[in-house]
């Protein structure tokens, strides 16, 4: 499909909450199409759709296994996505985003989610996602909320070369 333009932090529309995708068609399966690829170009592992322009609720994530290399990533695609369940322990870990380039931050989030919503095809999906899936599932849906790490962040710092390769 098509690599979209990233919004960068100082964009108004990443501060705007998406709106609910009614219609789950070609043009809503184009966008996740777009995103996937504009998520990989980037390269990324998460990617909400207000960040390439589109005020949609409307997240794609490709992680593998943190504990496993050999095992392959596995890709999610969620429309109108919410957290449901949320454990009440909190984890820090360094952040990074698409739309702040060059930047990271300390974040506390929750360590287990379960998150709910629908594919592109309107199939429903419910995901329980432990570590840094957890935490890129928040991260994801606090784009589509309005809400960037930074309004999170205990402290944001440009990263070394040698912390960039482990974010």
Known sequence: MTIKPILSFNDNGLRQEAQPVDEFNEDLRNLVEDMIDTMRAAPGVGLAAPQIGVSKRVIVVEFGNEDDELI???????VNPEIIQQSKNNVSGIEGCLSVPGYAGE??????????????????????????????????IDHINGILYTDRADQIWQPTQEET???
């Not at 392959?72 to 969620?78: A, F, N």
Request: zero cysteines; glycine letters at 6%.
């Open 72 to 78: 392959p990533e596995t890709l999610y695609v969620l």
């Open 107 to 140: 974040v506390e989030r929750a360590e287990v989610v379960t998150v709910r919503g629908k594919d592109q095809f309107g199939k429903k999906v419910k995901i329980r996602a432990h570590g840094w899936l957890a935490r890129i599932f928040q991260h994801e």
């Open 165 to 167: 390769d482990t974010i």
